[in-house]
């Protein structure tokens, strides 16, 4: 099957800083999305974004899907953006998740 | 703005014994899932459900597992004979076409 390797695993980073959150998959698919998992275990929908750069405040993100990647950026970190951001991507009627990067913001 | 409800948000069970999970979907959502996530770990997909008939099902999705839409509103996720590795966090998600909405999810924990 599909295989969504997520990098890094982890990250730690001072409050203001900015992140690149990488997401690489083995296959075509046909939708990708983003997810913010916090602190309290809530699965919060950042983006869908099957090709092409979306932005959202601080966050913006590229799907490159010829090359079957996506990055995610955030900028000025907050101590709120800790927590796992996901990527999650669909084919064949299953939305296969990666294992995630833990995101820790350090105020 | 509209958002997956689902119940309960915490269930402790014995082992051995059945829970049925539950989920209200965005009402004009046309897809619904199940994912599990073991503390700590990846999020797993379980199954998939469209037209009231399971469209996708994973490994995990064994005769353990049933889902279900009782009526116009719910959805709800079986499990029978319940063990301890069953203790996971159980995400119900929907949409209308690929993007997906998440539930705030059931913690089950089985004792």
């Known amino acids: ?107 | 703005e509209p958002e997956v409800t689902q119940t309960p948000s915490h269930q402790v069970t014995q082992m051995g014994q059945e829970v049925i999970l539950r989920c209200v979907p965005i009402s004009n959502h046309l897809y619904f899932y199940w994912y599990r996530q073991i503390l700590g770990q990846k999020v797993e997909f379980l199954v998939s459900f469209y037209n009231n008939e399971i469209s996708e099902k994973s490994e995990i999705f064994d005769d353990q597992f049933s889902v279900e839409r009782p009526d116009g509103s719910n959805f709800t996720l079986k499990i029978r004979s319940t063990k301890l590795e069953d203790s996971a966090m159980y995400f119900c998600a929907s949409s209308e076409w690929a993007e997906l909405t998440f539930g705030s999810g059931t913690r089950l924990t089985v004792v």
């Not at chain 1, 099957?1 to 997520?6: D, F, M, P, T, Y």
């Not at chain 1, 939708?31 to 929908?45: K, V």
């Not at chain 1, 090709?51 to 993100?61: E, Y």
């Open chain 1, 1 to 107: 099957g599909i295989q969504v390797e997520q990098s890094p695993p982890d990250l730690i980073l001072q409050e203001g800083a900015n992140s690149t959150l990488r997401c690489n998959f083995s296959d075509s698919v046909n939708n990708l999305q983003w997810f913010h998992q916090n602190p309290w275990g809530q699965l919060i929908n950042l983006f869908y974004i099957p090709s092409g750069t979306k932005q959202n405040g601080r966050l913006s993100a590229t799907t490159v899907a010829t090359e079957r990647y996506s990055l995610l950026y955030i900028s000025s970190s907050q101590t709120t953006d800790s927590g796992v951001y996901f990527c999650a991507v669909e084919r064949d009627d299953k939305i296969i998740f990666g294992k995630g990067t833990r995101l820790h913001i350090l105020p």
